[in-house]
């Protein structure tokens, strides 16, 4: 199997602040077609250190992957290091430096003269165009060996990536295909997860299978290894139902789709609508939903209703509801769900209602207590729960606990 390695360039990527996604995309892609990623590197704006981790990289695998770096300014060195890494001289190249020029004019600027340097690429290389940013790619192939550089934002990057680079890789390296299919589980801890299905996925050598632990749910991720990719969705699909049928409904996606695009697909497919009342979520709820294309034909409303006032005003929450039960009951939350249906005019509403921390718990209701409450034309209930961890976990958690609310009323 062909090897490659990804070098993600940019001093900011070795701050906490930000992450290198692209290694992740592009693994995926590559393998697809049969190219395994040994190594990822995230190397900072260091001439030499970049020049030596390309060089490294360039003498053990087929193919080295820069990310980053291709800008007009002084740190942007990825064009000089990877020549350089390889024995190469930067050519400079009078048509691209006129297509910059006509980029800029286009956007009603003169071109500064700091992006001159991105008219030079590595000798040999050829050209990968960027409609949607300035920095050109590059790709030096010979004797077997790739170079590709490739600019830093995911929008440049991956049609770059998918239109000019992987059509050359597929159809000049000749390994197996490595396919991985995600299912997403709710509603059971890792341990009982395992539990279950491990009798299933120990009886396959191929695929191989993980399980990876999030905020909000369970991947139960397969990883076939075929001579074609037609046969490895064939070996991930016949594990990938057995495991479905034993866990059931727990199951809400088989190919990796999150929460909110399951039950935004189902709202449509059975033409209903939603309204969300939140408390303790803060419009969690209404952000992950409205975070999916289409959202605005399942979704009418969200509510975020803090305060009691807020209950009482704009849901109706009775206040003899909250004196006697308390802001985090399951009356509350029933009367929320009841409350923001009728207003909005929806045919399913769902609320949230509950104890984020770190303070507000009391021996009753300790932190992490938590109150779905759910209405549609037939029915209204709620749901009890605890949900561990910090804030920002429970907060996340009763998010997707209300969306799996609704989904399991949809089936």
């Known amino acids: 199997m062909p ?31 049969g190219v395994e990623v040994k190594l990822k590197t995230v190397v900072g704006d260091d001439p030499l250190r970049l ?24 740190d942007d060195i990825t064009r000089a290091c990877g020549a350089a890494a390889i024995g190469k001289e930067l ?24 992006n001159r340097q991105q008219a030079y690429l590595i000798e040999g290389a050829k050209v990968l165009p960027n409609p949607n940013g300035s920095a050109v790619g590059m790709m030096h192939y010979t004797g077997g060996k790739a170079l590709v550089l490739l600019p830093g934002p995911p929008r440049e990057m991956k049609p770059m990536f998918s239109d000019h680079v992987l059509p050359t890789m597929a159809e000049d390296f000749d390994g197996v295909v490595v396919l991985r299919q995600s299912l997403r589980v709710t509603g059971l801890g890792e341990s009982k997860l395992d539990e279950i299905i491990s009798p299933i996925y ?25 001579a074609t990719k037609e046969e490895a969705e064939s070996l991930n699909n016949e594990l990938a ?46 952000k992950r939903l409205t975070d999916v294309p289409g959202s605005s034909g399942f979704l009418l409303e969200g509510c975020v209703t803090y305060s009691n006032n807020a209950k009482m005003a704009r849901l109706g929450v009775p206040s003899m509801t909250l004196d006697s039960h308390g802001a985090v009951s399951a009356e509350t939350a029933e009367a929320m769900a009841v409350g923001m249906r009728e207003t909005a005019g929806s045919d399913v509403a769902v609320s949230i209602t509950g104890i984020a ?25 709620s749901k009890r729960l605890h949900l561990p961890g910090d804030r920002n976990l429970v907060r996340w958690r009763s998010s997707q606990a209300a969306l799996d609310c609704v989904r399991r009323q949809l089936l």
Request: with cysteine; proline share 4%; charged share 25%.
């Open 241 to 286: 139902k057995k495991i479905a049928g034993k866990l059931g409904d727990s199951v809400f996606s088989m190919n990796g789709e999150p929460m909110e695009v399951v039950v935004g697909r189902m709202l449509l497919e059975k033409g209903k609508s939603l309204a969300v009342a939140e408390s303790c979520t803060g419009g969690l709820v209404s």
């Open 202 to 226: 120990t009886a396959f050598k191929n695929p191989v299978t993980s399980t990876l632990f999030s905020r909000t749910d369970i991947e139960v991720q397969l990883t076939a290894t075929a």
């Open 51 to 74: 020049e030596e981790a390309i060089s490294d990289a360039y003498k053990r695998s087929d193919l080295v992957i820069t990310t980053g770096g291709l800008g007009p300014t002084e």
């Open 357 to 381: 921390g770190p303070g507000g718990g009391t021996e009753g209701k300790p932190v992490g207590t938590v109150f779905v409450g759910y209405a549609d034309t037939e029915s209204v209930f």
């Open 91 to 114: 050519v400079f190249h009078e048509e691209l430096l006129e297509e910059l020029k006509h980029k800029f004019k286009a956007f009603g600027y003169e071109m500064p003269e700091r």
């Open 3 to 33: 090897s490659a390695e990804i070098i993600a360039v940019g001093t900011e990527l070795l701050t906490p602040d930000k992450s290198d996604t692209n290694s992740l995309w592009l693994t995926s892609k590559l393998n697809e077609i």
